[in-house]
């Protein structure tokens, strides 16, 4: 157990309101992650963070922003949301196991944009 | 950009079969990652391979590491029940780079 946890794990809105999701890890990892799943398309990276204050774009990151202001919380955010955003939302961390990253995710967000 | 096509995206069999799922890609890797997820969870780690034709095994599963490092293989042999669920690959394209290359996933039913 890594000790991540995500809020809410269920949300529904609507289109064009804004949205946070917020991941939140209780052992320090500097590396935290933020992929969304949908079917046929396996995980796919948004935005990912490398410290407080540092971050950087994944495969997916259009529509979406994120913040982190501490260590442990890692916040992603959807301006104004689309239905085209309707996913889940998993959050992971990453750990070095000998020459390797290995990621822990959370229990995930399932977003439905109506 | 790097793609990890698995197949077959669907697999259902029987109580006691065997099957083989596969993740493949034009690029190298540094590493493959094995991922099981089970309904309403996030994946879990179930093995690493590093290097070209490695081979691992996890009690009934038998994981394979392509001599050139751009594909690798899960072999299940006799399912269970409990073996049910979504099976991810993900590749790591230099050690220390920090993020991974998912693969597209495989959904594996085992029937009682």
């Known amino acids: 157990d890594a000790g991540i946890t995500q809020s809410p794990r269920h949300k529904v809105t609507e289109t064009g309101t804004p949205v946070t999701l917020r991941c939140h890890q209780t052992e320090n990892h500097r590396y935290m992650y933020w992929y969304r799943q949908d079917p046929g398309h396996g995980l796919r990276l948004i935005h990912y963070s490398y410290g407080v204050k540092d971050t950087d774009k994944g495969e997916v990151s259009d529509g979406y922003s994120v913040s982190r202001s501490k260590t442990e919380d890692f916040l992603l955010t959807l301006e104004s949301a689309t239905s085209s955003q309707t996913s889940v939302y998993f959050c992971?961390?990453?750990?070095?196991?000998?020459?390797?990253?290995?990621?822990?995710f959370g229990p995930g967000t399932r977003l439905t944009v109506l | 950009t790097q793609l990890l096509e698995q197949s077959p995206q669907f697999l259902s069999i029987q109580e006691g079969e065997n099957l083989t799922v596969y993740c493949n890609s034009s690029?190298?890797?540094?590493?493959l990652q094995w991922y099981r997820q089970e309904p309403g969870e996030g994946p879990v780690l179930l093995v690493t391979v590093v290097t070209g034709g490695e081979v691992k095994k996890l009690k009934r599963l038998t994981f394979q590491f392509g001599d050139a490092r751009k594909d690798s293989s899960l072999h299940i042999t006799a399912a269970q029940p409990g073996d049910t669920g979504l099976y991810l690959c993900a590749g790591e394209s230099n050690f220390g780079n920090e993020k991974l290359t998912f693969g597209t996933g495989t959904r594996l039913t085992i029937i009682p």
């Open positions: 992971a961390i990453s750990e070095f196991v000998g020459r390797t990253d290995t990621q822990y």
């Open positions: 690029s190298v890797f540094s590493s």
